[in-house]
């Protein structure tokens, strides 16, 4: 080779090396909008502003808002690419309700938004949880229900399905409904009680 094809190709390396090394720094911008908008906000610890742009590097991170007379919410996102993030916090006390009636677009903001979460949470639960469709459901021997997650305290993109036996043969008979319905009884977290007299 010649001496000028061994110089492209060097500058070529370092080029492509140069560029994996800083991709894995690249920062995204992440919009934040908080309500109320003078709360104190932290991302992994450190103070950033309530409002406006943050530059933040990929993974996941941890928001916290807090202010007198609301409660203190924390929420961990993940980020991958610019993004917008809304903090709402919710009054609990009577500064914060006084808060709240002096500024009613923001309180009706929060409520939309809330409502829409709800909503798209709800969707998604659907989705990884269709036995949710035939819930409640009274059996021979049982009943089904859902509720909140033991191996998941805390993360309400998981749920419980609690199962409340009315006679010993009510657990068999549970499994054997999931079964039959197309459940893998073994790939949800079943919550197992026995009624009185049961």
């Not at 103070?47 to 590097?57: F, L």
């Not at 808002?65 to 916090?89: I, P, S, W």
């Not at 036995?131 to 749920?159: C, K, N």
Request: glycine share 12%; no cysteine.
């Amino acid at each position: 080779m010649t001496e000028k094809l061994w110089i492209v190709l060097g500058v070529i390396a370092l080029l492509i090396g140069g560029f994996l090394v800083f991709r894995g720094d690249a920062e995204h911008t992440l919009t934040i909008t908080s309500i109320p908008n003078d709360l104190a906000l932290t991302l992994d610890g450190r103070q950033i502003p309530a409002n406006g742009d943050v530059a933040v590097k990929p993974g996941r991170h941890r928001l916290t808002g807090e202010r007198q007379g609301f409660a203190t919410y924390t929420e961990t996102v993940e980020v991958h690419a610019d993004a917008g993030y809304k903090m709402y916090l919710f009054a609990n006390d009577a500064e914060g309700r006084a808060w709240e009636t002096s500024h009613p677009a923001q309180v009706l903001e929060t409520e939309s938004d809330a409502g829409r979460r709800f909503d798209e949470l709800n969707g998604r639960l659907e989705a990884k949880y269709p036995l949710l469709q035939e819930l409640p459901f009274v059996g021979r021997g049982f009943t089904i229900d859902q509720g909140v997650s033991r191996a998941h305290p805390g993360d309400p993109e998981h749920l419980a399905f609690y199962v409340k036996l009315t006679y010993p043969e009510g657990r068999k008979n549970a499994r054997d409904w999931l079964t039959g319905h197309g459940y893998d009884p073994d790939d949800l977290e079943l919550i197992y009680s026995v009624m009185p007299g049961g």
